[in-house]
């Protein structure tokens, strides 16, 4: 009986995500790549060449 109720587990196919967990997703992942853009050309980030630094 073990035996079946680990079958039927396996068969199970994956949630996808909801709606609104899709779109926070791509926001946060957009918002992410522009900080991290910004942060390059700030005057602490990048390779410090601009002539200015904190």
């Known amino acids: ?3 079946q109720k680990v079958e039927k587990e396996a ?4 949630a996808k995500p909801g709606f609104f967990t899709r779109i926070i997703s791509k926001l946060d992942s ?3 790549e522009k900080a ?3 942060a390059q050309q700030s ?4 390779d410090g060449k601009g002539g200015k630094c904190c």
Not at 11 to 14: L, S
Not at 43 to 46: D, E, N, V, W
């Open 11 to 14: 068969k199970k196919p994956e």
């Open 30 to 32: 957009s918002m992410k």
């Open 43 to 46: 005057c602490c980030g990048g």
């Open 1 to 3: 009986m073990s035996t």
């Open 36 to 38: 991290d853009a910004k």
